[in-house]
């Protein structure tokens, strides 16, 4: 049985994988902190180079696709051999949970510090100051970032959907037959996917140790590391092993509950008219402003944050697009494109509202002074976290809570990220990857990480992943094209 399913594997792809994780590695461990330096220089050029770009063409994607969604191509149905066809409740929250995992619940609650004390630099009074830096995660978090995830989505679909033997990278979505182009387009997808597995892992395993760490009331150490580790390992290599019907569903669908009943409860604990009343205001402030902060450019805020942020969610997208066309079989371009972007955005709005004005409140009431913490380096980020979800009532439980939605959120981005590794290294599309080639993945993607967060070089992984995004900007030109293309074809040979 193995020799007959490794005969269809792509031993070009397996083979990038490979290389690429120990190149990239090797460059990194070997000077983490000169690579680092360097490595953000570069991307400090590049951003301010192609700010406008990024800014433009990411509002652009936007409106193209909702275009599309409203237009008789939105009809379209995208056809997938040999996959299931989920409820849109199974469908909602694997998307969901493959596009954002635990970054969201890390950044829902201290991102609007950095915004603030940016923002109390320029001559903006204090509440004006306040409301953009609600606003601005909220933004970083909707509507523009999930357009950017679902482009991908919409042209593998598209393709596959023509060609059933169709290869899932970018090669087989431009049907390349040029094998140095072919090569140059299959490593910047293998490429993202690995960057933003060692970023992700880097931010999250810091954070759920230190929630570990504080409810056990117990240090942190290079033990209590490796143990979250192996548990977050041994639970999304499982998952991923199992595949999407038995794994990646099941847990997406627990995870999807347990978040909100987990937000709910912090709603209700919390300072429940301010966190409501606040989070309308910000809504509200944010559409009105949405041209404004998409077309803004050379602040500090739109170079180190929009184009940083608009960057990763490029380097991110062609496994998140990936992974969302392998659980879309049977649904119509309209329902992709207006369920990504609107499920994923309203679910990443509500926690950033909820959390962020949690912490803002107790800002404001003098309990928690966040942006001084974190700007005097009195209380790092996780720290803040913490502290922030232990003012409210049955606080412990509260935090081994979060602790779990981490880790689950952790695993299934990462269970999904090595389901669309071992897809990509088949031969085609319609070919399902084995459970042995996706636990290989799965291991692959914890061990390179695992290093780097002990070793030093998660930021220079940051970097090399957003740098990843600038030959991106010509690949979504081109995806864009493609779909173009492929939605007139798809229509043509229906009239006929």
């Known amino acids: 049985m193995f020799i007959k399913i490794s005969s269809e594997w792509n031993k070009t792809i397996i083979s990038l994988s490979i290389v690429l994780s120990l190149v990239l590695s090797m460059y990194v461990l070997s000077d983490p902190d000169g690579s680092a330096k360097f490595l953000f220089k570069t991307y400090d050029l590049l951003a301010t180079f192609f700010e406008p770009l990024y800014m433009y063409g990411s509002f652009s994607i936007l409106i193209f696709l909702i ?3 409203l237009s008789k191509y939105g009809d379209i149905k995208i056809s997938l051999q040999n996959r299931e066809i989920y409820s ?3 469908w909602s929250s694997m998307l969901f949970a493959a596009g954002i995992g635990a970054a969201l619940l890390y950044w829902a609650t201290i991102e609007w510090i950095d915004y603030f004390n ?3 630099t320029t001559n903006l009074d204090f509440d004006t100051a306040l409301i953009y830096s609600r606003a601005y995660p909220i933004f970083h978090w909707s509507f523009t970032a999930w357009a950017i ?5 919409i042209a593998f679909g598209l393709a596959i959907t023509i060609n059933q033997k169709s290869k899932l990278t970018f090669s087989g979505i431009f049907n390349l037959e040029n094998r140095f182009l072919e090569v140059i387009f299959d490593t910047l997808f293998i490429g993202a996917i690995l960057c933003g597995a060692g970023v992700g892992l880097g931010l999250s395993f810091p954070l759920i140790s230190s929630i570990l760490s504080s409810v056990f009331n117990v240090e942190r150490t290079f033990n209590l590391d490796i143990l979250t580790i192996t548990v977050c390992l041994s639970i999304f290599a499982t998952s991923a092993y199992l595949g999407v019907q038995k794994g990646i569903k099941r847990l997406s669908n627990f995870n999807i509950i347990i978040v909100l009943l987990f937000l709910l409860i912090v709603f209700i604990l919390g300072p429940t008219q301010y966190i409501f009343s606040k ?6 402030f944010l559409f009105k402003k949405y041209p404004e902060l998409s077309f803004t450019t050379g602040t500090d805020i739109s170079k180190d944050w929009t184009v940083f942020y608009w960057a990763w969610w490029m380097a991110l997208a062609p496994m998140v697009g990936a992974f969302i066309v392998n659980i879309s079989n049977q649904k119509s371009l309209r329902t992709i494109i207006l ?5 994923g955005s309203i679910g990443c709005m509500i926690s950033m509202s909820i959390l962020s004005n949690l912490s803002i409140y107790l800002f404001e009431a003098e309990v928690l002074n966040s942006p001084s913490f974190l700007k005097e380096g009195l209380l790092s980020r996780e720290q803040i976290i913490i502290q922030t979800l232990s003012t409210l009532s049955y606080s412990k439980y509260l935090l081994i809570g979060f602790g779990v ?3 689950i959120f952790l695993c299934t981005t990462y269970d999904s990220t090595s389901y669309i590794l071992a897809s990509a290294s088949m031969k085609s599309s319609n070919i399902e990857s084995s459970g042995n080639l996706r636990l290989i993945f799965a291991i692959l993607l914890v061990i390179q990480p695992t290093l780097l967060m002990f070793l030093g070089g998660v930021d220079s992984f940051k970097w090399i992943m957003v740098i990843f995004s600038v030959p991106l900007l010509i690949v979504y030109l081109l995806l864009i094209i493609s779909v173009i293309k492929n939605i007139t074809q798809l229509k ?3 009239k006929c």
């Open 279 to 284: 989070s309308l205001e910000s809504y509200v």
């Open 149 to 153: 995830y679902c482009l991908p989505a």
């Open 118 to 120: 940016i923002l109390q």
């Open 67 to 69: 275009i599309i969604s």
């Open 339 to 343: 369920g990504v972007i609107f499920i």
């Open 88 to 90: 849109f409740f199974s």
């Open 405 to 407: 939605i981490c880790i």
């Open 492 to 494: 043509n040979y229906k």
